[in-house]
């Protein structure tokens, strides 16, 4: 299991990459995931425009360093 957790050190978000395992494309604008569960949270925005997370859910994998 991997949990990672961009919340507390913003720094690590630049280390790690989140992979789809249904597309093998990389999910932008993670904030957390958590490989085990299948789910994560990624930036998006409210219909006023304010910044939230919004959880998702799929097979992921997380890498341990970007490309």
Known sequence: MT???????PVKARRHRVVS????????NIVW???EKGC???????VEGKQIV???SGPI?????RR
């Open 40 to 46: 994560y949270g990624v930036r998006g925005r409210d």
């Open 21 to 28: 395992l249904v597309t093998y494309a990389d999910i932008p």
């Open 3 to 9: 949990t990672i957790d961009f919340r507390s050190d």
């Open 54 to 56: 919004v959880e998702q």
């Open 33 to 35: 995931a958590d490989d």
């Open 61 to 65: 994998r997380i890498v341990s360093a």
